[in-house]
């Protein structure tokens, strides 16, 4: 697994969490149930800084400023196209999902509740 | 012109060029391509021109392990089953004649090009317009329709029959054909073959006060059904003791039908509009749906039978286990049907009552659609252990009636999994939304079997095999050696295909009238 990352060091627990949250649906309760549900599948990835090295690679500025998600945002739906092209899904309550958008709400699932 | 057993007299004889026993929607179309021709018709049709109960308990029996009832599956009267009759028309695909070695028992002895002129002048009887299957002939449908990737998945079309109720429609041309009789409450009880059971010298039949009466002619297509038409060879065991057509003990084997599962739904990601191309379409005068399914090159690689998948209800919410099955039964009040789970269905409306009460709230007040509810339609693996043979019981005419023993097998629910994953694939890639299934797919068989639908798709039990040791009928569906008996069934299906099977019954037996016109008009 990869290292820690200056991307999460670089903000509060509570900032890394809200910003997070603005990469989410909307029901964050459910998207953390669904989250747990992946690391119960795949209970090796449970560490917030790899998943945010695999999420968010070197992007290195993670904020809480909607204005700052929107290479991220770019970023999550380009791997979630091509986790879709190329079949890597994940089955989490019935939903099948993008393996990245999985590791989103597995990220979720490990960060401070607010 | 129409006739009714009731008025013949008992012991008597009545000939024919021709006895079609049958008057369900393959035998009607025989009947009405042999119409005004030289030759004499007579129709055999066991019920009335309305449902009589005590026809209809001609068709009670076992099914072994439940999933549907014999009795509320077919209807016997004129017109057949096409009286609950859904009205879905599609051909089987080419990979559906193929051999496929992840599937024992599969290959036709013909191809879809031997059908297909066939398929196109079966349309007219379920009276729908020209043959047009592909989405590219529906362009203002195609506009809408997203690119799939085809090594997994393609569109599947469907046309929509009114639907034609054959009884209702074609009564009049029946009593109006000078050459055919339409013999109304006459129940054939048995082929009479000749000594060598190679040829069939008449039927035996019978009526529910006592009557009897034989009629002979030179030619008989048997037209009753998946299961009445098996029933019927099983019974005639005077001369062969294992039944007509069944030296090689493969009559009666196969049986197949097409499990219905509510596979799940699919959620929007944004645009309500994304997947208009799926839903119910009205073209001009013409009405189509447009579905999903594997794609042949994804039905090899992954070893899985053909299937469909078809957008159902719009959702409002996310896709609920309740809200699935209250659509089950009121689809079942509609058809006449209740499904042999019902009550599994009504303790699921109950547990999950608050999630029905929102959908149907939303619904009456015309909320956002979120989603849609998602019905496949599979194949199932044709296997010799599933098969009809004759029960102790016997009915009202004497007849044995029916023991059904199939089951669904895991490679019928792994092939709608997989389908299900790679519309999730797609419609995730195409960014239209995401696909959640019913844990149900995952299930060991025999509780998945608790969450299908069935709409009387019997098929299989006399296929098709150019060899008698595989089959029972060769490709012009005459039983094996016999030189004057012929099939117009589903029951000479191989395999199934996703297609509702209507369409392919029809064109089968255009096919087969063509044949016997031909082979009639030289023998005289």
Aim: aromatic share 8%; net charge neutral.
């Amino acid at each position: 697994m990869a290292g820690s990352l200056p991307i999460v060091r670089a903000a509060t627990g509570d900032e890394r969490t809200a910003a997070v949250r603005g990469l989410l649906p909307r029901d964050f309760r459910a998207a953390r149930a669904l989250g747990e549900r992946y690391l119960e599948i795949e209970p090796a990835e449970r560490s917030a800084d790899w998943l945010a090295g695999e999420l968010f690679g070197d992007v290195s500025l993670l904020t809480a400023d909607p204005r700052g998600l929107d290479p991220l945002k770019r970023r999550i739906r380009a791997g979630c196209a091509r986790d879709f092209r190329q079949g890597d899904l994940v089955l989490l309550e019935g939903w099948w999902l993008a393996r990245t958008e999985a590791r989103l709400l597995a990220l979720c699932a490990v960060l401070p509740t607010p | 012109m129409l006739a009714d057993f009731r008025e013949v007299e008992s012991g008597g004889t009545l000939e024919a060029d021709m006895c079609v026993i049958g008057a369900g929607a393959a035998g009607i179309t025989i009947a009405s391509e042999l119409t005004n021709g030289r030759q004499s018709v007579i129709v055999l049709e066991s019920g009335g021109l309305q449902l009589e109960p005590e026809v209809q308990d001609l068709y009670e029996g076992t099914n072994v392990h439940g999933y549907f009832s014999l009795a509320t599956s077919r209807f016997r009267l004129f017109g057949g089953t096409t009286y609950a009759w859904g009205g879905w028309c599609a051909p089987l695909d080419d990979i559906d004649f193929q051999p496929r070695d992840w599937v024992p028992h599969s290959g036709w002895p013909i191809r879809k090009s031997d059908l297909l002129p066939y398929y196109r002048r079966a349309q007219r009887y379920c009276e729908l317009g020209p043959y047009r299957y592909e989405i590219s002939e529906w362009p203002s449908v195609a506009e809408h329709a997203r690119a799939l990737d085809p090594t997994k998945l393609e569109h599947r079309m469907w046309q929509l029959s009114p639907p034609t109720r054959f009884g209702r429609v074609y009564a009049g041309a029946m009593r109006r054909a000078a050459n055919v009789t339409l013999m109304l409450h006459a129940t054939a009880v048995e082929l009479v073959t000749d000594d060598s059971a190679t040829s069939v010298r008449g039927v035996r039949v019978a009526d529910l006060h006592g009557r009897e009466a034989t009629v002979r002619a030179r030619i008989y297509v048997l037209a009753c059904g998946g299961i009445e038409t098996t029933r019927l060879l099983l019974a005639s065991n005077r001369v062969e003791s294992a039944g007509i057509g069944n030296r090689f003990d493969v009559l009666g084997r196969y049986f197949m039908e097409h499990p219905h599962p509510d596979a799940g739904g699919v959620l929007l990601s944004g645009d309500p509009q994304a997947l208009r191309a799926y839903q119910h379409t009205e073209v001009g005068n013409e009405r189509i749906v447009v579905g999903f399914g594997p794609s042949a090159q994804a039905q090899a690689r992954l070893r899985i039978l053909n299937s469909s998948i078809a957008l159902g209800d719009a959702s409002h919410t996310e896709p609920s286990e309740a809200w699935g099955s209250l659509r089950k039964l009121s689809r079942a009040l509609s058809e006449r049907r209740w499904p042999e789970s019902a009550g599994i269905h009504v303790i699921n409306v109950l547990r999950d009552l608050d999630d029905v009460l929102h959908e149907a709230y939303l619904r009456s007040t015309d909320g956002e659609v979120r989603g849609f509810y998602l019905t496949a339609r599979t194949e199932v693996a044709p296997d010799p252990r599933n098969r009809i043979t004759l029960d102790h019981a016997r009915d009202a005419l004497g007849m044995n009636r029916v023991r059904l023993d199939w089951r669904v097998m895991p490679l019928d629910r792994v092939s709608v999994a997989t389908t299900m994953r790679l519309l999730a694939e797609e419609l995730g890639r195409l960014g239209v939304g995401r696909v959640q299934v019913t844990p149900l797919l995952f299930e060991e068989d025999g509780r998945w079997s608790q969450n299908l639908s069935w709409f009387g798709h019997h098929m299989g039990t006399t296929r098709m095999s150019s060899d008698p040791r595989s089959g029972v009928v060769d490709a012009d569906c005459r039983v094996h050696g016999i030189d004057n008996l012929y099939v117009a069934s589903a029951s000479v299906f191989p395999t199934a295909g996703f297609a509702n099977p209507t369409l392919t019954i029809l064109a089968l037996a255009v096919r087969l009238a063509d044949y016997v016109k031909h082979r009639m008009q030289n023998q005289s």
